[in-house]
């Protein structure tokens, strides 16, 4: 009898303590990141965006209940992200989910406010079959708002709510300028940089002519220029950088026909104003044996097939200082690039390579013709660390110099690879804010693929998986056993023992 009402008080102090728990773990959120990444613990840059908040935030999640465990997973982090957000917000920040599958109602709200619905295949009683789901957000300051349509992973999650809130509560953004003139790239030419920039920035075009002013603007941008500056162009120039301006230039030195295979080099006159200031952009390709590839069609039995072929022309990049600029970037692909040298000797200029090509590279002078069936040997990469990407700091005044001009433009509407568009956008923020969010943009989780592992790490971390557990089983059920054992030696010889 004694034993069954100690059994029924242990059995309920277990549901007492459980129950308070849950209680405690309601009222007060908390976790433990042990990520490499960090990808479970808040940046900075949230910390300081949301204890800014000086209006009332909402963020409404309109996300379908009982997906499959994959989406389900995402409705849980952005839970657990919100809760950390409402914590720090001291009140100005609230949040609510809504299930607009439960009713028409619902499902016209979300469609209302922007938030499309995606077909996903759920798994019922061994059959599968298709829903409609809606996994989106809503971000509302001030009666205005920033809609997220789509959210499929929690990759970039905070980055994404981060910057809508902060681009609802900021009133007085920094002005950065594309100037136009001489044939450059602009707002319309790079929609993803754009959709960027917009965040933090009020961004607009302005021509550079022998007597613009610049003073106003943070920084200013020059992306691939194809036709000659005027004098009085560079005098504008000079004028800003004097005044602790900041410039970003994105140049071709070399250019390529793909209809003809013909390369040719490039002149407009801003590389010789770079060279005034010792960032001598060389006119030459940089070719690189970590490249991207480019289709070529080959007779195979009679058949024309379509093939990858190897185009060092086209380098990509993990080569990367330790840099703002160049943080969290995984790999760049450069279309065309070209090799920047510093020569210049003024001692009060600090010049940095941000981004080098491979251990495996070289340097090709136009004119020139791609040969693209050549089979590529090791000999024809002698070189290494070549630079793509600089930096150039004098006083207040900086300058970030890209080797090619179209890395981050959306040509013929293509998309851009997300760490070029990264890579752009840093750059600016570097010249340009302190707000952090250029840690954030590319804050996200480490690929680690395992077939870029040895052999004999991938054998280890087979074995270990498989082995360990089981160990760790024997050896609970060794003490468990050694316990008992014990315990009926104390009973059998009490005052032995």
């Given at each position: 009898m004694k034993k069954s009402r100690s059994l029924t008080t242990y059995i309920l102090l277990i549901v007492g303590l459980v129950i308070l728990i849950n209680i405690i773990s309601e009222r007060f959120f908390f976790r433990w990141d042990l990520t490499a990444d960090h990808r479970y613990s808040?940046?900075?840059?949230?910390?300081?965006?949301?204890?800014?908040?000086?209006?009332?935030?909402?963020?409404?999640?309109?996300?379908?209940?009982?997906?499959?465990?994959?989406?389900?997973?995402?409705r849980n982090d952005i839970k657990d992200l919100l809760i950390e957000y409402?914590?720090?917000?001291?009140?100005?920040?609230?949040?609510?989910?809504?299930?607009?599958?439960?009713?028409?109602?619902?499902?016209?709200?979300a469609v209302g406010e922007k938030i499309q619905p995606v077909v996903v295949n759920v798994r019922e009683k061994d059959q599968v079959k298709q829903q409609r789901a809606y996994m989106?957000?809503?971000?509302?300051?001030?009666?205005?708002?920033?809609?997220?349509?789509?959210?499929?992973?929690?990759?970039g999650l905070e980055y994404q709510l981060s910057s809508a809130l902060k681009k609802l509560s900021v009133s007085d953004k920094p002005?950065?300028?594309?100037?136009?003139?001489?044939?450059?790239?602009?707002?319309?030419t790079m929609q993803q940089v754009m959709?960027?920039?917009?965040?933090?920035?009020?961004?607009?075009?302005?021509?550079?002519?022998?007597?613009?002013?610049?003073?106003?603007?943070?920084?200013?941008?020059?992306v691939a220029p194809v036709d000659s500056f005027s004098q009085g162009a560079f005098n504008a120039l000079d004028k800003y950088l004097d005044n602790g301006g900041n410039i970003v230039i994105a140049i071709n030195r070399v250019t390529g026909d793909f209809s003809t295979a013909q390369a040719v080099g490039l002149t407009t006159g801003l590389?010789?104003?770079?060279?005034?200031?010792?960032?001598?952009?060389?006119?030459?390709?940089?070719?690189?044996?970590?490249?991207?590839?480019?289709?070529?069609?080959?007779?195979?039995?009679?058949?024309?097939?379509?093939?990858?072929?190897?185009?060092?022309?086209?380098?990509?990049?993990?080569n990367f200082a330790d840099h703002p600029a160049t943080k969290g970037l995984e790999q760049v692909f450069f279309p065309l690039v070209s090799n920047i040298v510093y020569e210049g000797n003024d001692a009060d200029v600090v010049f940095t390579s941000l981004v080098k090509s491979s251990a495996k590279a070289g340097l090709q002078t136009p004119p020139l013709t791609f040969e693209v069936q050549r089979n590529w040997t090791i000999n024809d990469f002698p070189m290494k660390d070549l630079t793509l990407v600089a930096s150039w700091e004098k006083g207040m005044s900086k300058i970030v110099v890209f080797g090619s001009g179209n890395f981050a433009v959306n040509q013929q509407g293509q998309q851009v690879h997300p760490d070029n568009v990264s890579l752009f956008t840093n750059a600016i923020d570097w010249l340009s804010d302190d707000t952090g969010l250029i840690e954030l943009r590319t804050k996200g989780i480490t690929a680690r693929p395992l077939d870029e592992l040895e052999d004999g790490t991938k054998t280890l971390l087979k074995w270990l998986n498989f082995l360990l557990p089981i160990v760790l089983v024997l050896i609970y059920a060794l003490l468990q056993?050694?316990?008992r054992k014990f315990q009926r030696m104390r009973r059998m010889h009490p005052r032995q023992l």
């Open positions: 808040l940046s900075q840059a949230t910390k300081n965006i949301v204890k800014d908040l000086d209006q009332m935030a909402t963020v409404t999640v309109y996300f379908t209940e009982d997906l499959p465990a994959q989406y389900s997973n995402v409402s914590n720090r917000a001291h009140g100005h920040l609230d949040f609510e989910f809504i299930n607009p599958n439960e009713s028409e109602a619902m499902e016209k709200q989106g957000a809503v971000v509302k300051v001030n009666n205005e708002k920033e809609v997220i349509p789509l959210i499929q992973s929690s990759e002005k950065i300028a594309f100037l136009t003139g001489q044939g450059e790239q602009t707002q319309n959709q960027q920039l917009s965040v933090l920035y009020d961004v607009s075009a302005v021509e550079l002519t022998d007597y613009c002013d610049l003073r106003n603007f943070k920084t200013v941008m020059l590389e010789g104003w770079l060279a005034d200031k010792g960032i001598l952009v060389e006119e030459n390709f940089v070719i690189d044996q970590q490249c991207g590839s480019v289709g070529v069609e080959e007779n195979m039995m009679g058949f024309k097939v379509r093939t990858n072929k190897p185009f060092p022309y086209f380098p990509l990049s993990s056993s050694q316990k």
